[in-house]
Nanobody, 127 residues
Framework: QVQFVESGGGLVQAGGSLRLSCAAS????????MGWFRQAPGKEREFVSA????????AYARSVKGRFTISRDNAKNMMYLQMNSLKPEDTAVFYC????????????????????WGQGTQVTVSS
């Protein structure tokens, strides 16, 4: 069974940058549409970004568009989230999510659409 492990979180000042990584086990990584979600204390898990299995299509939440960039390297079984111009309100646990691609849509902003999750990595942005 495929597993996903996030890394790259940490403490950064407002305006700074971080790059999150999501490492996947298994040999069929390109068959998974992938996404990033985040959950702040006391809040629901929210959609951040998504990328199709081939990497050709991406989507972003309005709150991060222009600041975050999602990418993947299928040869390395890796997905990334480059986060620039970080704000204190970006503070959250970030999770990578995956779904086997068998539909026309490559993403959903609903967490229930995804079948696989990593354990999360904490991102804290200080003001």
């Amino acid at each position: 069974q495929v597993q996903f492990v996030e890394s790259g979180g940490g403490l950064v000042q407002a305006g700074g940058s971080l790059r999150l990584s999501c490492a996947a086990s298994g040999r069929t990584f390109s068959s998974y549409d992938m996404g990033w979600f985040r959950q702040a204390p006391g809040k629901e898990r929210e959609f951040v970004s998504a990328i199709s299995g081939s990497g050709a299509s991406t989507a972003y939440a309005r709150s991060v568009k222009g600041r975050f960039t999602i990418s993947r390297d299928n040869a390395k079984n890796m997905m990334y989230l480059q986060m620039n111009s970080l704000k204190p309100e970006d503070t959250a646990v970030f999770y990578c999510a995956a779904r086997i691609n068998y539909s026309a849509s490559f993403y959903s902003s609903s967490s229930s659409w995804y079948g696989y999750w990593g354990q999360g990595t904490q991102v804290t942005v200080s003001s």
